[in-house]
DNA sequence: CCAAAGTTGGAATTGACATTCCAACGATGC
DNA sequence: GCATCGTTGGAATGTCAATTCCAACTTTGG
């Protein structure tokens, strides 16, 4: 039985923290070069550890892409959080959005999102990862789906107004706009994508 | 000197032939399962060609990854015109995105957009690729442009609103869309997000 | 303390891939 | 018709990746 088939596999302290460095180590090259770009002996040189070392915690490549696509996931949602708890507000909305993007400039429009990188490489090749991705985004939707029901709920938004159309349609912005701020090197077109989006929200504002 | 770098090569009818039958079984290959999951025996497979016929006309296997990448530019223009030469009114708009939306459903959500996912996965491994591929959507946001902007021109849409971003809103959200939709398997988060954006054209409509 | 189980290092295996080389074949223009 | 240059086949080369194996070492629970 492979390592990750297993429910709970026992480890000890050291074990855990070997595995955490392993898959750090794997999510920034991952980020960097892609899932199909990094190798295991690059993995190897970046967390100082044996190649024994990741096919034990690991089984094998795709048991460590997909632990990185969990750990992004996980590493995504507390990188946003707070601010993804308090979505129901357009102020709120676009300090969200404003912060991507000004993380956007910061890198000098290199690198993509960590999610969507993995996302477009993966989906149609690995049906595992793919799931795990789809729950990702799903994670991800959740608080601004949530967030906008709540200003429904509260009055602020039009009943007419479909929040989780606007949710999806918000992030599908985030995403469709950061790839073309990272091929075209300014984050211009990130921030009209999600402005536009968060403008049409606002349109369905009551009063 | 190497081919790509040549001003003109000359090419035989025969060599015209050769040539173009590489880059399409290539650029189906790299649809499929990415520029780095395409090797150059795949490549040789699926066009009946010799290694020594792709390093003669391409150079190396770069060289070959930008050619694909101008041919899926020319394909994606050439498969979308004539519509792209009129999405001058709310209607077109919608005929478009619904086009690919169909599309999108017709190949089982798979695949994603043949321009984005190259973009994706080059973006930040080859200059060479990323400068075509920011050709490449320039080429396909200029008639989105356009058509908007004429738009404005006769008085339809308000004066205030700003065209060239709502273009780029309009081209973010397919691509963020596409890759939602090619995750979850579902056309839906496709047809919302450019819907969403759409109606945020559509509220700038002048009466 | 001591067995069982988890952990680690390092070498060996197997296969694939990008690229090069060279010799032969074919079209083309003068 | 012949010399030149484009075209093609196929083998050879060197590198590197994924994975396996096994022996040695360490932690842990009783």
């Given at each position: ?25 794997a ?21 100082g ?34 601010l ?11 300090e ?15 690198g ?5 990188s ?20 799903d ?20 009943p ?48």
């Amino acid at each position: 039985m492979k390592p990750e088939q297993q429910q709970k596999r026992r480890l000890t302290a050291p074990g855990r923290k070997t595995r955490e460095r392993i898959v750090e180590a794997a999510a920034e090259l991952m980020f960097r070069h892609g899932a199909g770009g990094t190798s295991i002996p690059d993995v190897q040189a970046a967390a100082g550890v044996s190649a024994s070392q990741i096919y034990h915690y690991f089984g094998d490549k795709q048991g460590l892409v997909l632990a990185v696509v969990d750990h992004q996931t996980d590493a995504k949602i507390a990188q946003q959080r707070p601010l993804l708890d308090n979505l129901d507000s357009i102020e709120a909305l676009r300090e969200w959005c404003d912060g991507a993007g000004d993380r956007l400039d910061a890198a000098g429009c290199e690198g993509g999102c960590e999610i969507g990188s993995l996302a477009s490489e993966l989906a149609d090749r690995d049906q595992s990862a793919r799931t795990g991705l789809a729950a990702a985004f799903d994670r991800w939707e959740a608080p601004i789906r949530s967030g906008l029901a709540r200003m429904q709920a509260r009055g602020e938004l039009s009943p007419s107004a479909d929040t989780d159309a606007l949710a999806t349609a918000l992030l599908a912005a985030v995403q469709g706009g950061m790839l073309l701020s990272q091929v075209r090197r300014s984050s211009t077109a990130y921030r009209q994508a999600v402005s536009s989006v968060i403008d049409h929200v606002e349109s369905h504002l009551v009063r």
